[in-house]
């Protein structure tokens, strides 16, 4: 051994001796001193590795390389890589460079401990965290890839943070030693909020939802471990730890629930401090300066036609017939562009919006006050700077597209109008009844045009829907107090026609002149919601043959006092879009539409302006993202809308069709997307907002019995909508009868006696269930009114038993056709229903039904079909386990098929002395008059007993 040692000793002794030599011999190695030259030189290779390398190889080389010594070459390595990994068998890993990506946090898996990410190509993958808990759902994430264990599926390592979703929504549920426990609202994020003891006094109602701030940085008393050792925690669900502020909250619950309907959909309240320091730099009116180079039409009566509460004014109409029978229009748009500049503080306030948005007592406005309500506002009598639609239209009421101008102009309106004074004048009110401000002869003007356009509408069989729009009613205290439809009258019309025309010539005059513009896009339906729609008519009587405009338009006129056909046909068309891709409008049936008349309140709007403007000047406008990183990327709507886009680019593709080449078209696709994300926002936000005021008034009024129209079948039950109201809840299968057994059949239900509830009758409901929390009602059904068919009803109240035949028979099992599965297999199905199950919690075919019905709402149309077809597999499935058919598990708590016995050794066999039977033979079966002797004798004895009863409670005589 300590030979061995000894030569090893001196083998090192001259190997160390002949790299000395050559290092000797090297010019740029100086008594052992690195020159900058070399260690650059040597740097470059070391960062040119793309593999690990060992220790032994990477110094030989560098020794041969350039001739340095071993410590020279162990300093360097040490310099070089000081802060990298050395493996198991002391190998240098040579880093390289990771390829980070990002996407947005959805939630928390609490099983795995894992988190999911929606990453930007729309793969949702699982994620590990390095131990942060500072992280909330919506928080754009840096992540790195990584591949998990064996047998695991996780996709990325969680390595930092790119952008805070700066608010959320909790509900605080209990205080413990300082901190708030506070889980977010959205159920399924698993993920709880801790608010620090400073704030805890600001809680002042723990049974309110809260909007909160979140702060980047936490407190420095506050670490992790100030909650990691509690025993009170749910285990199920990942704290975090985060500094939150409370958002201040208004005094009633309507108020507060706009504001936090606000928050959670992301939807910016306040103007920035830039943006309002410009606004009141504004002047208050029209300066001499601002009406140069403009035509003057201040001496022309235009009229603004709004609702009554409106604020803002943002079209004003005026037209005159000639003598030849045409019209001419004037269309007159608030000229917003003017003031809203490219770059400046208030357009990226306005390209963070996009779009303003409306609640019943309140609205969030896309501009501030003094440019909304004030300076871009067309009010009565005043000066307002404008851009004018100047429309021939031929007395038959067609629209000379090419021969429409548009330029700048300074109007004065000439009287502030409203929807129910000008109905009532066109109804027939005389002018002492409704002097209308002097301005009859306009209105009767305008009102001949609209019935031109009107006739021009009908012919191009442009979709003309008659549905309901539900109005909330408020007392002096702001407290809800009843629901109303919203009036629709020939006043709308009117305005709506001439709107339509502006925006149609506005489309037609940019593609005249080759220019890109966000147009509004409607595509037509597809298949799918063509199919469903077909089934969902066949009740009624109507065979729909085809999808083209005429079919459609027909169904429509024909079925105008059908309001659940209109809205069965309405939700079947595609959602309209902004895009500068032009496909068409397929509802209004324009070849060519973009959005002139609401620049106040709509950004494309006033992008469309300043293209026009661009035109009249002979330059070009650019646009450009003012927001380094749009909000609108976080929004659930975003996937959807890129989605859409990608797929009507494709099939142009496919098409052939050839486009211009423009450097400015993607920033036109992403300010399309990022103005139909914002659309669909609002409408989110306005409906959420509308659903906790209806489910509030009916908290009120439970006791109250409602008449409704079943407008909606699924497999867990019926959708219907109160009449008179609007307002729309859920009956679940198993309150459509008291005793009744149903089964679904198509778009309606059969009871086993023979009951039917389909889409269309008319029932009468009571309340049963409300979540405010979910914004959800359910109702129970006490009867049937009328039938979609028009026979007469055999009506009968819930405590009413019905008749019985001598045998009951069994109910009739109808299963759902094949087609409801679609595509999806027998196997897929099951495999999907069962990781769905397993996702909501789902242990039983009722609770995986009640689950579909609470995400019935928020599912798009090809989430709904996925869910039909689950609901249908899970419903044949339990008709299968209840017939004892052996069928694969599908719940958890589910017993296994085949229980296999485990193996053990065989036990001896006891020795068993026989013993008489104790259990006397089965009877034989009596005969009826035997029967009947057995069941007069019971009876008599029953008469019997009773009589002593009632002998032995008599008092004695005295």
């Not at 030569?7 to 900058?36: E, I, L, Q």
């Not at 005026?318 to 229009?329: C, N």
């Not at 065979?543 to 024909?558: F, G, K, N, R």
């Not at 909508?721 to 008291?738: A, D, T, W, Y």
């Amino acid at each position: 051994m300590e030979i061995m040692q000894k030569t090893n000793t001196n083998k090192n002794k001259k190997a160390y001796g002949r790299s000395k030599k050559r290092a000797a011999g090297m010019n740029d190695v100086k008594d052992g001193v690195m020159t900058p030259q070399v260690e650059s030189e040597v740097f470059a290779y070391l960062e040119g590795l793309r593999a690990a390398i060992s220790t032994g190889r990477l110094g030989a080389y560098m020794r041969d390389a350039w001739g340095l010594a071993r410590h020279q070459v162990k300093d360097l390595l040490k310099k070089a890589y000081a802060s990298h990994v050395i493996d198991a068998n002391g190998n240098y890993v040579v880093p390289v460079e990771p390829e980070f990506f990002e996407g947005t946090l959805l939630k928390m898996d609490p099983e795995a401990s894992l988190f999911l990410v929606k990453t930007d190509a729309g793969e949702t993958i699982k994620v590990r965290s390095q131990g942060r808990l500072d992280f909330i759902p919506g928080d754009r994430v840096v992540l790195e890839p990584r591949v998990g264990d064996e047998g695991d599926d996780v996709k990325g390592l969680l390595v930092g943070l790119a952008h805070r979703r700066f608010t959320w929504v909790c509900r605080p549920t209990q205080t413990y030693e300082g901190l708030v426990m506070a889980p977010v609202k959205n159920k399924e994020s698993g993920f709880v909020l801790f608010v620090p003891e400073a704030l805890e006094g600001q809680v002042s109602d723990m049974r309110a939802t809260y909007a909160v701030d979140v702060e980047d940085q936490l407190p420095a008393d506050y670490t992790r471990a100030d909650i990691a050792n509690d025993t009170w925690l749910n285990k199920t669900e990942m704290p975090t730890l985060v500094a939150v502020r409370l958002m201040q909250t208004k005094g009633n619950s309507a108020d507060r629930e706009l504001e936090i309907a606000a928050v959670e959909h992301l939807i910016p309240i306040d103007f920035s401090p830039e943006s309002l320091k410009e606004s009141e730099a504004l002047p208050d009116k029209v300066q001499a300066k601002d009406r140069r180079g403009r035509e003057d039409l201040r001496d022309l009566p235009f009229v603004t036609i709004d609702g009554e509460d409106s604020r803002d004014f943002d079209d004003a109409v005026w037209a005159e017939k000639r003598e030849d029978g045409s019209w001419r229009l004037l269309v007159a748009i608030a000229d917003v562009s003017h003031y809203v500049k490219p770059g400046s503080a208030l357009e990226r306030d306005v390209q963070s919006r996009c779009t303003s948005v409306y609640f019943p007592t309140s609205v969030v406005p896309m501009l501030p006050e003094k440019l909304s309500n004030g300076l871009c506002s067309l009010n009565p009598k005043v000066d307002r700077l404008a851009m004018v639609a100047d429309i021939p239209v031929s007395k038959n009421g067609v629209i000379d597209e090419k021969g429409a101008t548009f330029y700048k102009a300074v109007i004065k309106s000439a009287a502030r109008l409203t929807y129910t004074r000008v109905a009532n004048v066109l109804n027939g009110a005389t002018p002492e009844e409704e002097p209308l401000e002097g301005r009859r002869a306009e209105i009767q003007t305008l009102y001949g045009l609209y019935l031109a356009l009107r006739r021009q509408r009908t012919r191009r069989f442009a979709l003309d829907f008659e549905t309901e729009e539900t109005a909330a009613v408020f007392n002096d205290q702001g407290d809800i107090i009843d629901f109303k439809v919203r009036e629709h009258n020939d006043a709308h019309r009117l305005i709506e026609e001439m709107m339509l025309a502006a925006n149609v010539c506005a489309a037609k005059f940019v593609m005249a002149h080759h220019r890109d513009t966000l147009y509004r896009i409607h595509d037509q339906p597809d298949e799918e919601r063509v199919f469903e729609l077909r089934k969902g008519l066949a009740p009624f009587g109507i065979t729909l043959t085809d999808m083209s405009p005429e079919a459609i338009a027909q169904v429509i006129e024909e079925n105008r006092d059908q309001p659940t056909v209109q809205t069965m046909i309405l939700r079947t068309m595609a959602r309209a879009e902004y895009s500068p891709e032009n496909i068409g409008h397929f509802g209004l049936q324009y070849e060519h539409y973009a959005h002139f008349t609401s620049p106040i309140r709509r950004y494309p709007d006033l992008l469309l302006h300043r293209v026009i403007k661009g035109i009249l000047s002979r330059r070009k406008y650019h646009p450009e993202l003012e927001l380094e990183e749009s909000r609108f990327h976080l929004s659930r709507h975003t996937e959807r809308v890129r989605e859409s886009e990608a797929e009507r680019n494709r099939v142009k593709d496919k098409a052939g069709r050839e486009r211009p080449v423009d450097p400015d078209r993607p920033i036109w696709q992403e300010l399309g997307m990022m103005c139909s994300v914002a659309e669909r926002r609002a409408d989110d936000a306005t409906r959420d907002v509308m659903n906790y005021l209806q489910c509030e008034w009916m908290v009120k009024h439970r006791r109250e019995r409602f008449e409704a129209s079943v407008t909606g079948v699924i497999d867990a039950g019926v959708f219907v909508r109160l009449e008179g109201k609007s307002i729309e809840g859920f009956v679940h299968v198993s309150k459509l009868g008291q005793g009744e057994w149903f089964q679904r059949d198509g778009n309606r239900f059969v009871g086993e006696y023979g009951t039917t509830m389909e889409l269309g009758d008319t029932v009468l409901v009571r309340s049963e269930e409300v979540d405010l929390e979910k914004r959800r009602m359910s109702f129970v059904i006490d009867r049937k009114l009328t039938s979609v068919h028009g026979d007469d009803v055999k009506t009968r109240t819930r405590t009413e038993k019905p008749r019985r035949e001598k045998r009951r028979q069994e109910p009739v099992m109808i299963t759902p056709p094949e087609t409801d599965f679609g595509w999806l297999s027998q196997e897929e199905a099951h495999e999907k229903a069962r990781r769905w199950a397993k996702s909501v919690g789902a242990t039983s075919a009722k609770r995986f039904m009640d689950a579909v019905a609470d995400a019935w709402d928020t599912m798009e149309s090809d989430e709904r079909s996925i869910a039909y077809q689950l609901v249908a597999y899970v419903e044949t499935w339990e008709v299968a386990r209840k017939k004892g058919t052996r069928v694969p598990p599908l719940f958890d708590k589910d017993e296994p098929l085949v229980r296999e016995a485990p193996e053990e050794a065989p036990r001896p066999k006891k020795t068993v002395t026989a013993k008489p039977s104790r259990v006397a033979a089965a009877p034989k079966p009596l005969s009826k008059a035997e029967a009947k002797a057995l069941k007069q004798k019971r009876l008599d004895e029953k008469r019997r007993q009773k009589a002593q009863r009632r002998q032995g409670k008599r008092k004695p005589r005295r």
